[in-house]
């Protein structure tokens, strides 16, 4: 993390509460309010959607120096996902009435959350495009790629371990278990 990260993070910090989410732990639940950003100072957590079958799908699969919740930008949302801890997870909660102050005396803060929301959108159009136009075997393959490509302890793919069960693939990627 460069010192404008840290700088920034420290604005967050400032603006929000800290909280910890253990694993399994759910964060908030589709059709909440959307009143809170989030910024993951630690560990992971799964953006999903029930779907009529009862089914969870997850969309997206988000680690610490990212934001979600991003639809509390706009006034009088609700959540359109659900979003639960992976692992153990530290992250700060602010309201964005609180952040506004920071973005007039530090234009950079403006931009920085902008950047972070940035990063969300392409994300998302990066695994748009891998379910839409990969087969399966091309889903699971660069899934894997891209989760041990850089060794991180944080993750736990220190080493190219990949610690997912076939569960959390098949849950990750939208495919059954046995594919």
Known sequence: MDKVDT????LLKQSGVEM??????MIYMEGDEADRIYYIRKGRVRVFRNISSGREVTIDVVESGHIFGES?????????????????VRLVSCQVKDLLPH???EPRFALYLLQLSSDTMDRLTERLHDQCLLDRYGKVAKFILD???SGS???GTLGGVLPY?????A???GLSRTT
Do not use: I, W, Y
Request: net charge neutral; charged share 20%; hydrophobic share 30%.
């Open 72 to 88: 509390a930008f706009v006034g009088g949302r609700t959540r359109p996902t659900c979003v639960q801890a992976v692992n153990q």
């Open 103 to 105: 973005f007039q005396k």
């Open 7 to 10: 700088q920034m993070e420290a």
């Open 165 to 169: 069960t076939h569960e959390n693939l």
């Open 147 to 149: 989760v041990t490509s």
């Open 153 to 155: 302890q944080e993750k």
């Open 171 to 173: 849950d990750s990627l």
């Open 20 to 25: 910890t989410f253990q694993t399994g732990q």
